[in-house]
């Protein structure tokens, strides 16, 4: 009987200060009632914090479309999450391509230019969608789940002292009220009390008994002035603790930007890996496909295309620049003075460059060759001789020398 006698006080005590808090709540919104303002610094942190919540979430979901296009996927993947299964592996596009193009080229034959070439490709496509599962994994493990991480636990602890904080400036806010209104109720019960009426007549005498009531009922307001006093003092003291508390909270922020920091960079390193990986296997896959004889690569009304320059090479000379990822290129003013070669000019190999055929010539980084443009060939290409050896050459791989 006690333990239901305590309950019910105290499911009435808590629902009177859900009321006082709502009537606060709404005369604030009315303009009928005084707010209290938090101060400078920690509305500032607040700002930030609900800023970061924003972003991160909306980084967070952006990452998870780039990294699963497909949204049937992610919600599969977010149900199992949810019910802390482990997702069944299911094969990629890049995987799923290898796969028919090795089909395709096994059923044309291998032996065939065309079969074999497909099996390459198919190869190629395989090792690319393996490394974009080993993409998706390291930007999961290292970016994804350190900003999940910090929606699901820090922020909705932030977000749980401010609703706190919220409440504690409506109860100060409210005791506030109520000692204005004891106050005002205490002052007005003195006026009444010195005013002196005179007469006898019943108006007069109804007059002072309804003034005496009202007399009374001020009273009562005005006991409640040394009440409200001690409820504004303690409600004050819950609120600075409680504004304490979360501007901690808050001020932690600026770890978990350093944190998300470091977590950019891994994902920053995880895409590097990714596509430099993915570069490397095209490259490969090229010069795969260069062994090839010329008339299975080009289109009848089509010039053969260069070779592009490996990525690790490092140029040695001002007549070359290096641009940004890592891809080296001739300057302008080289390429154009080799297009415009006439006659026998000396060069200097730039890369080693391996022959795709018989009509051209293997070249070694930093030797000197000869070279002369031939009527009919196409500009991106001369015509390279060392002792009695001649062929075509790249001129992407050559530097003009004066």
């Not at 629902?15 to 006082?20: E, I, N, P, V």
């Not at 919540?53 to 199992?80: C, D």
């Not at 003195?190 to 007069?204: A, F, K, P």
């Not at 009919?376 to 790249?394: A, F, T, Y």
């Amino acid at each position: 009987m006690n333990i239901m006698d305590f309950n019910v006080k105290k499911l009435a005590a808590d629902a009177g200060t859900f009321l006082s808090r709502a009537v606060q709540f709404t005369e604030e919104k009315l303009g009928q009632a005084e707010k209290t303002e938090l101060d400078a610094h920690l509305e500032n942190l607040l700002s930030k914090a609900e800023c970061t919540k924003i972003w991160t979430e909306k980084i967070m979901k952006q990452t998870e479309v780039l990294l699963q296009p497909n949204p049937n996927a992610r919600i599969e993947e977010f149900v199992y999450e949810k019910l802390d299964r482990k997702a069944p592996s299911r094969i990629n596009n890049p995987e799923l391509l290898g796969q028919y193009m090795i089909d395709a080229g096994t059923e044309f034959g291998p032996g065939t230019a065309y079969g074999n070439a497909l099996i390459k490709c198919g190869e190629t496509q395989k090792r690319i969608g393996t490394a974009d599962r080993e993409l998706i994994q390291t930007s999961a493990l290292n970016f994804l789940t350190p900003l999940r991480n910090f929606i699901e636990g820090d922020y909705k602890t932030i977000a749980k002292e401010r609703k706190l904080l919220q409440n504690k400036r409506l109860d100060l806010d409210a005791a506030k009220t109520r000692l204005k209104k004891a106050k005002t109720a205490d002052t007005r019960a003195s006026q009444l009390n010195s005013t002196r009426l005179e007469g006898d007549n019943i108006m007069v005498n109804f007059s002072y008994m309804l003034n005496f009531l009202h007399v009374k009922w001020l009273k009562i307001w005005a006991e409640e002035v040394t009440k409200s006093e001690q409820e504004l003092r303690i409600t004050q003291s819950e609120f600075d603790r409680q504004a304490e508390i979360t501007r901690l909270l808050l001020e932690g922020m600026s770890s978990t930007h350093a944190h998300h920091l470091r977590c950019l960079n891994d994902f920053v390193e995880a895409q590097m890996t990714y596509y430099a990986q993915c570069y490397q296997y095209m490259l490969d896959l090229q010069k795969q496909l260069g062994s090839f004889p010329s008339n299975y690569l080009c289109n009848n009304n089509q010039s053969s295309i260069p070779p592009l320059p490996p990525a690790s090479s490092n140029v040695i000379g001002p007549p070359a620049m290096a641009s940004t990822s890592g891809l080296v290129v001739t300057s302008p003013s080289n390429l154009s003075d080799l297009k415009e070669c006439t006659g026998n000019r000396k060069a200097r190999v730039l890369y080693d460059y391996d022959a795709a055929n018989s009509s051209e010539l293997s070249l070694l980084a930093d030797e000197v060759i000869t070279v002369f443009s031939v009527v009919g060939m196409d500009s991106d290409w001369l015509m390279g001789e060392r002792g009695n050896q001649k062929g075509k050459v790249p001129i992407t791989y050559l530097e003009l020398l004066n």
